[in-house]
């Protein structure tokens, strides 16, 4: 089984201010999809990376898929209290066990006003 | 527009009783899948399906039981209900189960279960 860490796993900063969130993995992957999560609702998709060195942006978001295939950062700039939410990170990887996601245990976001 | 629609909402059982939760999706996805999200560690996935018919296990399978008779439906089954299943249960279905070199396909999640073994 892959490991997946995300870091930090809470955040509490003020709205106005920048924030990244991290996400490493033992192994390889193939793609790394950034959900975001809302109290009693499923994760909804932002975004899915798949090439090395990738960087997509989402208005305020901004991921990036590392070089080496290993890691993602997500950062918001000027977090708004509209950000605030469980964000997760998700990795697929080739070879078996191909046709699921891992994921990590995620970071949750307060963005105070 | 429906989506991914899962019942009940919330569920209380005792030690021992047995349940279904339910799982639909009227968006014709061919992949499908339950996972388990408990504080502090993310979503775990239990089982999942690449078609009707054909199921298999994922990270946490013990305790569950699953069938794929149709497109449209996947139900979770929990036979002897214990306090280690209380969770929050999420059913997921993508368009594709992708092809083999790392599944990349968006997961479209129900609202969720909030199940409570006691």
């Known amino acids: 089984t892959q490991l997946l860490e995300q870091s930090p796993q809470f955040l509490s900063i003020q709205e106005g201010e920048n924030l990244t969130v991290y996400c490493n993995s033992s192994?390889?992957?193939?793609?790394l999809q950034w959900y975001r999560q809302e109290p009693g609702e499923g994760p909804v998709l932002l975004v899915t990376?798949?090439?090395?060195?990738e960087v997509k942006k989402l208005k305020r978001l901004t991921f990036q898929f590392g070089d080496a295939r290993k890691d993602s950062s997500l950062h918001i700039t000027a977090a708004q209290p509209g950000d605030t939410g469980l964000y997760l990170c998700?990795?697929?990887?080739?070879?078996?066990?191909?046709?699921?996601?891992?994921f990590g245990k995620g970071t949750k976001l307060s963005v105070i006003p | 527009n429906a989506g991914v629609t899962q019942t009940p909402k919330f569920q209380v059982l005792k030690t021992g009783q047995s349940m279904t939760l339910q799982c639909a999706q009227d968006?014709?996805?061919?992949?499908m899948s339950w996972y388990r999200q408990d504080p502090g560690m993310g979503l775990r996935l239990i089982h999942y399906?690449?078609?009707?018919?054909?199921?298999d296990q994922g990270e946490v399978p013990n305790g569950y039981n699953v069938s794929r008779s149709t497109t449209e439906d996947f139900p979770l089954r929990l036979l002897s209900a214990a306090p280690s299943q209380t969770s929050v249960y999420f059913c997921?279905?993508?368009?594709?189960?992708?092809?083999?070199?790392?599944?990349?396909?968006?997961?479209?999640f129900g609202s969720g279960t909030q199940l409570s073994v006691l």
């Open positions: 998700a990795a697929a990887y080739s070879g078996a066990g191909s046709y699921q996601l891992t």
């Open positions: 399906s690449v078609g009707a018919g054909i199921t």
């Open positions: 997921a279905s993508s368009y594709s189960k992708g092809r083999g070199t790392g599944f990349r396909e968006k997961l479209f």
């Open positions: 968006m014709n996805h061919e992949y």
């Open positions: 990376v798949v090439t090395g060195g």
């Open positions: 192994s390889v992957f193939s793609s």
